[in-house]
């Protein structure tokens, strides 16, 4: 059998992944005097991924990025949430694992463990295919396209083992393996953060095209804030599991909304030698996510945190078509109109709690 | 041709005798079934007080020359020629003893892994004593109160309890600010950094770099960054050298590197970041092909199979270091007409040359 081409179902409009309310939490060792201790990782993320776009995910750190890519994935269940591929909830009767797997794919930031090291790369890419039902000669054939539309020559490269290649061409081997099922997502784990920045460029421009020629819709991990900005269209800023702020990309690093968006955009170093950083823009490392400071996970390290801040969680609230932010500053819902200090630069408002 | 001091008086060059100072540094590694040429030739100076970023992909020999300075590779299946001066002192010729007081004591070291490099059995502030114990005759309780001071000054919070922790009990920040109280225990005139903020967040490494450009100032240190980002190098450094293959293709002041970059690589380096300034959609100028095989270097320049200028010298003869008039030398033969590559694109003989790498 032939692997016929994933088809789209439910139309342009329909979001081709949509989650709902996800939540991981991963339990701890059991302690005989305090009550079971968990990881936060992910605590209810709404995202809809549309047909055809890149929405990139940033945060530092232990934000739950990676742990959100594994549950879109389905390689660990996700504790509560739905998440729902073209109009099919994933996992029913309609849309079972097997075949969710076949239209969503991933590629990992580790090139190297992420190949077995005893096959051939052929061997590696055919794989897939092979367990999905295709002919040995077929799916060979096809890996031999994806090798030369990767870039790497099959004749040199079909035969060699993982070892043998360096970083970057074994990373367009994973990339050639995750489009081996014909997919319609692809989730991109730090993908190009191992790689040397001359590379990094060669495989973001593959990605670019591949893009377009298999008509993908690409998720995005990084924590490279000039990557994102080139390769999405849409960005979701988190911040200890949960969506601080999610809108374009131009809207959100022109207008950021959210404090930490707005530090993690200074925190870029500036390749300006005459323009150097001054003043770190958030002290100390992000908080751990074993127990996260109440209401807005941010007050701790949050340059504008009001009382009301610890106190209550704030709401996702929409300030544009597409832009939403969880921060109770400038809500008119909760009496702190602070915008006006938010616009004065760091130095004078650096005193405020 | 390839010394640095030959060229005439460029205007980055320190006045005085340089604090820092490797002359045609050659580090060979004969392990495997080739001698693999690490480090082909490389010149440097660092003046007291001065900030060198070495900048450089993987495998370019940025990280064996670091430990060449402190005569960390293994002196059995590494072949170092050239001379290191230090302080007015050969390196080279150090004795065993003399050595371990000139590791850490006049040259310290920082990595990009501190979970690595700190010892897991032994609390941070143990580790500190014991350093400083060993370089001086000093009671325990003197040796924790330094201990305690440098914690302060690297901006640990709660020092006081942070000394008494282990390793793996501290956040990546943390343990990074531990690793350069360590590196600062012995009052060393030379801080090495390998790579100190790769691993980390870019709102935890703006903090570790502001630091340690404050300690800079405040000590006087001469310090030598290596990194492959660009960024972290304008950030930290005040001269900034290229490598490439074992050798520096470009050294000059940030400013001038950043602006005003002459050889083909850096061209290509600072060309294929994907920066704010970027239309989206249109393709990043990738620099194609990979590095060449160390053990197996071109007779020529060695970026010349990826250079969209090379011409037949450059195949043949390693071009040497030619200084240009703002103070910057760059090892190319074409150096006069690399311009061109900072405005025009070179990506139409990118995708062809990538097959036959290798």
């Known amino acids: 059998m032939a692997l016929d081409y994933n088809a789209d179902r439910g139309g342009p409009a329909q979001p081709l992944l949509t989650v709902r309310n996800l939540v991981k939490h991963f339990p701890l060792k059991k302690s005989w005097f305090k009550e079971r201790e968990r990881v ?63 239209q969503v794919q991933m590629v990992f930031q580790d090139s ?36 030369a539309r990767v870039g790497l020559d099959p004749r040199r490269f079909a035969e060699r083992y993982p070892h043998e290649l360096s970083g970057g061409q074994r990373q367009r081997v994973n ?122 996970r941010f007050h701790t390290r949050c340059k504008f945190a009001l009382p009301l801040c610890s106190e209550r969680e704030p709401m996702p609230r929409e300030l544009a078509p597409g832009h939403r932010v969880a921060c109770h500053l400038g809500d008119p819902a909760t009496g702190y109109v602070v915008s006006e200090a938010r616009r004065a630069p760091a130095e004078t408002v650096a005193g405020l709690p | 041709m390839n010394d640095i001091s030959a060229i005439p008086a460029p205007v980055t ?19 495997g079934r080739a001698p693999v040429h690490a480090v082909n030739g490389v010149d440097l100076v660092v003046a007291e007080g001065e900030t060198l970023a070495l900048i450089g992909e993987s495998g370019s020999g940025k990280s064996v020359t670091l430990r060449a300075l402190m005569r960390l590779n293994p002196p059995r299946r590494t072949k170092v020629t050239g001379e290191i001066r230090v302080g007015g002192r050969d390196v080279m010729k150090l004795d065993a003893k003399a050595l371990s007081h000139f590791r850490g004591g006049e040259v310290a070291m920082i990595f990009q892994e501190p979970l690595l490099a700190l010892d897991p059995v032994f609390t941070v502030g143990q580790q500190i004593t014991e350093a400083i114990r060993r370089h001086e005759t000093i009671s325990r309780e003197d040796a924790r109160a330094r201990a305690l001071s440098l914690f302060e000054r690297v901006r640990i919070p709660s020092p006081q309890k942070r000394l008494d922790t282990y390793p793996h009990e501290m956040s990546g920040g943390m343990r990074q600010r531990a690793m350069i109280a360590l590196a600062l225990a012995c009052n060393p005139k030379v801080l090495l950094a390998d790579e100190p903020t790769t ?160």
Not at chain 2, 305 to 312: G, M, Q, S, T, Y
Not at chain 2, 347 to 352: F, G, K, T
């Open chain 2, 13 to 31: 060059q320190p006045p005085t005798e340089p604090y820092l100072r490797l002359s045609n540094l050659d580090v060979t590694f004969l392990a």
């Open chain 1, 112 to 147: 190297y463990s992420s190949l077995n090291p005893r096959l051939t790369i052929e061997a590696s890419i055919a794989f897939g295919p092979q367990v999905h039902g295709v002919s040995n000669k077929e799916a060979l054939s096809r890996t031999h396209d994806l090798l």
């Open chain 2, 199 to 358: 691993a980390l967040d870019a709102t935890v490494q703006i903090q570790i770099l502001l630091l340690l450009r404050e300690l800079q100032r405040e000590l006087g240190l001469s310090i030598i960054f290596v990194t492959h980002d660009l960024g972290a190098a304008v950030e930290i450094a005040d001269r900034i050298a290229v490598m490439y293959a074992g050798r520096i293709v470009e050294q000059g002041s940030a400013r001038d590197i950043i602006r005003n970059p002459r050889h083909p690589y850096t061209i290509g380096l600072l060309k294929s970041r994907a920066d704010g300034a970027m239309v989206k959609g249109t393709r990043l100028e990738a620099i194609p092909g990979s590095p060449p095989d160390l053990s197996r270097m071109p007779p020529g320049c060695a970026f010349a199979a990826r250079c969209p200028l090379a011409i037949e010298r450059c195949r043949e003869e390693v071009p040497p270091l030619v200084a240009q008039d703002t103070g910057t030398v760059a090892r190319c033969w074409r150096v006069e007409e690399t311009h061109v590559l900072r405005t025009g694109s070179w990506s139409n003989e990118a995708e062809p040359a990538l097959a036959s790498t290798r």
């Open chain 1, 40 to 102: 936060y990782a992910v605590d209810g993320i709404d995202l809809e991924v549309l047909k055809g776009e890149t929405v990139g995910v940033v945060g530092e750190s232990g934000c739950g990025k990676s742990t959100t890519a594994r549950l879109l994935m389905h390689l660990i269940e996700p504790d509560h949430g739905d998440i729902i591929f073209d109009g099919e909830v994933v996992g029913s009767p309609e849309l079972p694992l097997r075949e969710y797997r076949r």
């Open chain 1, 175 to 296: 990339i050639a393996r995750a489009l081996a099922l014909q997919p319609r997502l692809i989730i991109l784990d730090e993908a190009v953060s191992a790689l040397d920045k001359s590379v990094e460029a060669q495989v973001l421009n593959l990605l670019m095209d591949l893009k377009e020629e298999f008509g993908l819709t690409y998720v995005f991990i990084s924590h490279d804030l000039n990557v994102v900005r080139y390769m999405c269209d849409r960005v979701l800023v988190m911040y200890l599991g949960k969506v601080a702020e999610i809108g374009p990309v131009a809207s959100v690093y022109e207008r950021s909304a959210h404090p930490y968006t707005t530090a993690l955009l200074s925190s870029m170093p500036s390749i300006d030698p005459d323009n150097r950083t001054q003043v770190a823009p958030l002290a100390g490392d992000p908080p751990n996510p074993i127990s996260p400071p109440s209401g807005c």
